[in-house]
């Protein structure tokens, strides 16, 4: 395999010392780029560009031609395992994702299958391999994969909600069967994020974005209890290395303590958090992925780097931060805001490392 060129998005992982603060930033690869736009029109739509390995391949490539990025993702979405057992993904424009059947009654859960990566989404395990080929070590290559919680409400809901009624509904009245179902999700998200691993990802990501839309109990044990279950499943070394493991829970900044005592390396934190604060509850347990509020592109250049310098500031000395948004970036950002923000991390970050 060929030598990593740029590693210090995984030496921050595992808090090992850095030149500066790298930087990636969540759906890097989406339609505030022009040339993302062209390449969506190409395949046709969105899920002509996840089906195709070339065409994912050039999509994940795009935001690094463009930016010094430390770290590239797959260009894939997390509803692919549901797609996979059989519940018809579709986007209609501007709706957001879509499912034709949706899992809502006990025979609904029991008729699941776990997954088979290899043969249930192959197109994924080929871009991940084509992507890791194509990069030829310039930055290391993030897989992912949405938490049970997340996709459950997807499944269950089919497609994006406002309240979660039909999923809390599950929770509350048949907590048995949501728990299978989140049984089963977990063992297709460990062997689909090892696959992945095992086609060249070097970090995995869980996404939990829902995971804030639950109590304060029921997010243990119908959140983090699964990604546990997962983190607990997933390879962790390859080709000499460590892979690590990064958990996002968007809007879980009350359960730090909790999600670092899953084992992960690392944890994605929203903009609602102080990252300084959130480094002394983990010490150093974890490393911190983000977490500037996503809108601040939207403000002037110059406000950016403002911002940039805070949560530096804020972080403070050392290793163990990876700079980021605290969810994806937006369509409507100018391009030229997204370049000052990365701009601004490795230049600012460099008084913070030794
Ligand atoms: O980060 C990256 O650049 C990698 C690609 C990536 C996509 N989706 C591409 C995408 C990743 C990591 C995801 C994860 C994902 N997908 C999540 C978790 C992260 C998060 O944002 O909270 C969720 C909840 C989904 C489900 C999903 N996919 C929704 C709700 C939507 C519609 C909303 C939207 O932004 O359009 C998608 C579609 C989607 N996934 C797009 C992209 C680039 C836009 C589709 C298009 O091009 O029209």
């Known amino acids: 395999m060929t030598e990593l060129k740029n590693d210090r998005f995984l030496r921050a992982l595992m808090r090992e010392p850095v030149d500066v603060t790298p930087v990636w930033m969540m759906r890097q690869a989406g339609r505030y780029l022009p040339e993302y736009r062209a390449s969506r029109e190409r395949a046709g739509n969105f899920m002509g560009l996840c089906g195709n390995p070339e065409a994912a391949c050039e999509v994940t490539l795009q935001p690094l031609e463009r930016y010094p990025l430390d770290a590239a993702i797959l260009f894939s979405d997390i509803l692919t395992i549901p797609d996979a057992m059989g519940l018809g993904l579709y986007f209609e424009t501007g709706e957001g994702p879509k499912f034709k059947k949706t899992v809502r009654t006990e025979a609904d859960v029991n008729s699941l299958k776990v997954i088979d990566p290899k043969s249930d989404l192959p197109y994924v395990i080929d871009a991940v391999s084509l992507i890791r080929r194509e990069l030829n070590g ?3 290559l993030i ?6 919680w997340t996709l459950a409400t997807y499944m269950i809901e089919g497609g994006s909600s406002r309240d979660f009624r039909r999923a809390k509904q599950m929770l509350y009245n048949s907590p048995e069967v949501m728990h299978r179902l989140l ?3 977990a063992q297709s998200v460990t062997v689909y994020l090892n ?3 095992e086609a060249g990802a070097q970090a995995v990501q869980i996404f939990d974005t829902w995971g804030g839309a639950l109590s304060h109990q029921a997010y243990d044990e119908f959140s983090l209890k699964y990604m546990r279950q997962i983190v607990s499943g997933l390879i962790r070394e390859r080709e000499g290395r460590k892979v690590p493991v990064i958990l996002f829970t968007k809007g879980g900044g009350q359960w730090l303590e909790a999600m670092a005592a899953t084992g992960a390396d690392a944890l ?5 958090t ?34 940039v310098g805070r949560i530096l500031s804020s972080y403070g000395s050392g290793s163990g931060h990876i700079f980021n948004l605290g969810h994806g970036i937006t369509p409507e950002v100018d391009p030229e805001h997204a370049g000052a923000f990365i701009r601004a991390v490795h230049d600012l970050s460099t008084a913070y490392h030794t």
């Open 138 to 140: 310039r930055v290391p």
């Open 143 to 148: 897989g992912f994969s949405g938490s049970p």
């Open 183 to 185: 049984d089963t999700l």
């Open 195 to 197: 696959a992945q691993i």
């Open 268 to 272: 994605g934190l929203d903009w609602t």
């Open 274 to 307: 102080d990252i300084g604060a959130a480094r002394k509850r983990v010490g150093d347990s974890v490393a911190l992925q983000g977490n500037m509020d996503p809108t601040i592109l939207y403000a002037s250049p110059e406000r950016i780097r403002e911002e």
